[in-house]
């Protein structure tokens, strides 16, 4: 068995990849410890960064740390360790998100390190796509990748899929009219500007103005313009897809954020950009009626838009010593 502890390098490094990962309105709700006694990485909730008007569950703060945790997980592995992970450790700790033990190097790693080229090549696109279908065995891809990590994939379609649109746009009409969500909103787009540049959604990843077209594309700008947008015409035929879970607990969200962040890195490989459209899912009397109507299966816990197109600026993150305490 070849077994080797990670040096500092290593660990800022493997800490480096997972805050590579999205999260709403690029907050970053996540801190790090790693104890080199016994190789083992803790995430941790951060709830300074939490957003009680548009996430009061915390779901999608926890969805945010799943895709970091996921991005862990490929960074391990491309550094040659097996990461071994549970999920909520300690019941007295809600904060206490995950472990990641740091095992040998023989083991079984589950494939995922192919997807590390992914990890920074990964952005979020707010610009128009090319009416350009995405081919069945890349959605078949898709798919699989979201059942690996206990979640399943959908691609909604005929009414569900005019349904789901209705409501994001229902739902952003209705942040516009909420003067405390605008404000939280606010303090994660334009508030970026009176700041270092570390996190939030700035300006210039804002992208056009939406002229034409019916993808779900949210307006950062909110009901005041931004300096140097101009128009564009989307997609008339937006292809979405839907990150469901059984089950809706933190737990579910965690692994949602985990398939999440598994489907983007291979649609990336795959050449695919992607967005979020997360609207619907930020009120709970429409988070419902995301569900498909003839299965009526589980909790839709992420809308993914898809296609092929720009692949969106690099937004800005937070100083890998801001989010990482190491024991010794």
Same mark, same amino acid.
């Given at each position: 068995?070849?077994?080797?502890?990670?040096?500092?390098?290593?660990?800022?490094?493997?800490?480096?990849?997972?805050?590579?990962?999205?999260?709403?309105?690029?907050?970053?709700?996540?801190?790090?410890?790693?104890?080199?006694?016994?190789?083992?990485?803790?995430?941790?909730?951060?709830?300074?960064?939490?957003?009680?008007?548009?996430?009061?569950?915390?779901?999608?703060?926890?969805?945010?740390?799943?895709?970091?945790?996921?991005?862990?997980?490929?960074?391990?592995?491309?550094?040659?360790?097996?990461?071994? $992970?549970?999920?909520?450790?300690?019941?007295?700790?809600?904060?206490?998100?995950?472990?990641?033990?740091?095992?040998?190097?023989?083991?079984?790693?589950?494939? &995922?390190?192919?997807?590390?080229?992914?990890?920074?090549?990964?952005? $979020?696109?707010?610009?128009?796509?090319?009416?350009?279908?995405?081919?069945?065995?890349?959605?078949?891809? +898709?798919?699989?990748?979201?059942?690996?990590?206990?979640?399943? +994939?959908?691609?909604?379609?005929?009414?569900?899929?005019?349904?789901?649109?209705?409501?994001?746009?229902?739902?952003?009409?209705?942040?516009?009219?909420?003067?405390?969500?605008?404000?939280?909103?606010?303090?994660?787009?334009?508030?970026?500007? $009176?700041?270092?540049?570390?996190?939030?959604?700035?300006?210039?990843?804002?992208?056009?103005?939406?002229?034409?077209?019916?993808?779900?594309?949210?307006?950062?700008?909110?009901?005041?313009?931004?300096?140097?947008?101009?128009?564009?015409?989307?997609?008339?035929?937006?292809? +979405?897809?839907?990150?469901?879970?059984?089950?809706?607990?933190?737990?579910?969200?965690?692994?949602?954020?985990?398939?999440?962040?598994?489907?983007?890195?291979?649609?990336?490989?795959?050449?695919?950009?992607?967005?979020?459209?997360?609207?619907?899912?930020?009120?709970?009397?429409?988070?419902? &009626?995301?569900?498909?109507?003839?299965?009526?299966?589980?909790?839709?816990?992420?809308? &993914?838009?898809?296609?092929?197109?720009?692949?969106?600026?690099?937004?800005?993150?937070?100083?890998?010593?801001?989010?990482?305490?190491?024991?010794?």
């Amino acid at each position: 068995m070849s077994v080797h502890t990670p040096g500092k390098v290593a660990v800022a490094e493997i800490v480096r990849d997972a805050t590579a990962a999205p999260s709403m309105h690029n907050a970053q709700p996540w801190r790090f410890h790693y104890a080199r006694g016994n190789r083992t990485f803790s995430l941790y909730a951060d709830p300074t960064r939490a957003m009680p008007r548009a996430d009061p569950t915390t779901r999608g703060l926890h969805i945010g740390c799943g895709a970091a945790l996921f991005n862990l997980r490929v960074a391990a592995a491309h550094a040659r360790l097996r990461p071994v $992970t549970r999920l909520l450790p300690d019941p007295s700790d809600p904060n206490l998100l995950a472990t990641v033990r740091l095992d040998d190097t023989d083991g079984p790693t589950d494939g &995922i390190t192919v997807l590390h080229p992914a990890i920074h090549d990964r952005h $979020t696109s707010r610009y128009p796509f090319a009416d350009r279908r995405v081919p069945t065995e890349v959605r078949h891809a +898709l798919t699989e990748a979201s059942r690996l990590e206990g979640a399943e +994939l959908t691609f909604p379609a005929g009414s569900h899929l005019r349904t789901v649109l209705d409501l994001i746009q229902d739902a952003e009409g209705y942040g516009h009219m909420d003067a405390r969500r605008e404000a939280e909103t606010e303090r994660w787009t334009r508030d970026t500007m $009176t700041r270092a540049p570390v996190d939030g959604v700035p300006e210039y990843a804002f992208g056009p103005i939406k002229r034409g077209g019916s993808a779900p594309v949210r307006d950062f700008a909110g009901r005041t313009p931004a300096r140097g947008r101009g128009l564009a015409d989307f997609e008339d035929r937006p292809q +979405l897809a839907l990150v469901r879970t059984a089950r809706d607990s933190p737990a579910d969200w965690l692994r949602a954020g985990q398939a999440l962040e598994r489907v983007l890195l291979i649609a990336t490989l795959h050449g695919l950009s992607t967005s979020f459209a997360t609207q619907a899912l930020e009120w709970p009397e429409l988070r419902w &009626i995301l569900r498909d109507p003839d299965s009526g299966r589980g909790h839709v816990q992420m809308v &993914i838009r898809l296609g092929y197109g720009p692949t969106g600026p690099r937004t800005p993150r937070r100083p890998v010593p801001h989010v990482l305490e190491v024991e010794d």
